[in-house]
């Protein structure tokens, strides 16, 4: 039996163990009877979020399911703990649902870290013309964490135009009294194009892909785990604190940093004007 099947096995005798039917666990997770059933048929896997879902309404760690080897002893396997999001939408519809997961758990350090370090291969329009509900969403989730003083938030982009300055800056007087927010930037204009991490409290991993058009992604991955989010952490680190490139500290916990403001201004215009 592969480990779909018996992940739906295990999941149908939880559901009967607390007397549920099919409807009601559905209710529970938010999705149609029709679903769970296939689930628990092994037709159809569940979501990542979705199994965290259960796992919440459960009290069990679903990621682990108990299993018997030939010679009859019991022993746990672990199922995958990575799912793609292969649109934009998708990607961007993953992160409100994680980060309100996290505000939830008492025990786990609430944290941001994300790097916006898109490259620049060509013309960029600074934001979508038409905002889709997906992209505002992240932006909503993203925007209460910074302001929310239970939320440490750290993010590094890469501004290589007035463009994208401005738009920066926009966002930035928005959230200058955050003092759990730190925002720092580097200005490479040659950059190659890069994954965008993003790690959310300490278990959970983004990588996002660039959209070229704009300063977007246009996919992810998403990694479950401690270790995932332990690396993660680990590289954003590198990029937070790296020497071979001048880091522009536009906000610190103390505020915003109007000389360092100037600095990345004169650099991009200086730039430009090479051109």
Known sequence: MNIQKRLGRQIRELRKER???QEELGELCGVKRAHISKIENGVAHPSMELIFKMGEI??????????????????SEQIPCAQFYPTREAAYSAVPPIIERVSTREQEEKYILHAALHGHTGRRIPKPFQLDPALKAFDDAMHKCIVSPEWQVREIFNITNEERLEMVLEHLE?????????????SLPDAPSLFSPLVIGSKDFL?????LRYFRIRCAIHLHGEDFAKMGSEYFDALWLREDQHIFVLKSEAGMNLEEIDKLHQKIREKENKV
């Open 174 to 186: 928005e959230t200058k009294d955050s003092e759990n927010y730190e925002l720092r930037a580097v």
């Open 58 to 75: 459960f009290e069990r760690d679903l990621r682990f399911i108990e299993s018997r080897s030939p010679e009859g002893e019991m022993f």
């Open 19 to 21: 007397g549920w039917t």
């Open 207 to 211: 990588i996002g892909w660039e959209e």
